[in-house]
């Protein structure tokens, strides 16, 4: 019989990295409003003191650096997490559609990343309800109304995203335009953000539940094999 492998730690560090995303791009994208405001005043002809840009640009290059950085972070952590909850399900199940191993290359190859992530996502909720059921637990819903739209805005927020790396910036109207869609960009990847962290607590809740279930029955299972043996000692032919 195969276990699941332990999986709480992974899912901390993925609820954290997840966290931290989320808190640097609501940074980020209230940065760029002061950013946005500065920029109007300065084409409308206001004077613009120096020392004001100079600080706003000081401010803008250390929030994107963090903001790269944790994005990377909690893509690692998640990645991770996603890998082993998709390995333990197949502990329990031959019938999935992928291997482990494309839980975390599927991010990675082109095409194939937009849309295998979220059907190993799905498959992950569809089948741990399925063999949960089939032990006589029922399983809260809640979480799956949230992956169709958890992708949906994960899309939006990369093609947003490759708009912004190729827009201009050149001249104060080019910067305008350019901070105006990232302020954009910058809403709806919180929006995703909040999203993929519903949907990835209510999993780990799921998998904890299912862990509980393997547990409980692995205890099942020695109390029976000890009444068993316990049951050979009584009905023994004595000499």
Request: overall charge negative.
């Amino acid at each position: 019989m195969k276990y699941f492998r332990p999986n709480d730690e992974r899912a901390k560090w993925a609820k954290i990295g997840l966290s931290l995303a989320i808190i640097t791009t609501v940074i980020l994208t209230i940065s760029n409003s002061f950013q946005l405001e500065l920029l109007l005043r300065w084409a409308d002809g206001a004077e613009v003191d120096m020392d004001e840009a100079d600080f706003n640009d000081a401010r803008q290059e250390i929030i994107v650096i963090a903001y790269y950085l944790f994005r990377v972070f909690a893509g690692v952590c998640f990645i991770f997490w996603f890998r082993r909850a998709y390995f333990n399900l197949h502990q329990k199940l031959k019938s999935l559609n992928f291997s482990d191993g494309w839980a975390a290359g599927a991010w990675f190859v082109p095409f194939i990343n937009l849309g295998r992530p979220y059907r190993i996502m799905k498959e992950l909720y569809t089948e741990s309800e399925i063999w949960l059921k089939t032990k006589g637990v029922d399983v809260e819903r809640a979480s799956e109304n949230y992956l169709i739209p958890w992708w949906v805005f994960w899309l939006i927020t990369l093609f947003l995203g490759r708009i912004v790396d190729k827009m201009d910036a050149e001249t104060v109207d080019d910067l305008i335009e350019l901070t105006q869609v990232a302020i954009g960009a910058g809403v709806l990847e919180i929006i995703a953000g909040l999203l993929v962290w519903k949907v990835t607590i209510g999993y780990i809740k799921r998998e904890q539940l299912m862990m509980k279930v393997e547990r409980q029955e692995d205890r099942r299972g020695e109390l029976s094999a000890s009444s068993g043996k316990d049951e050979e000692l009584t009905i023994a032919p004595t000499s």
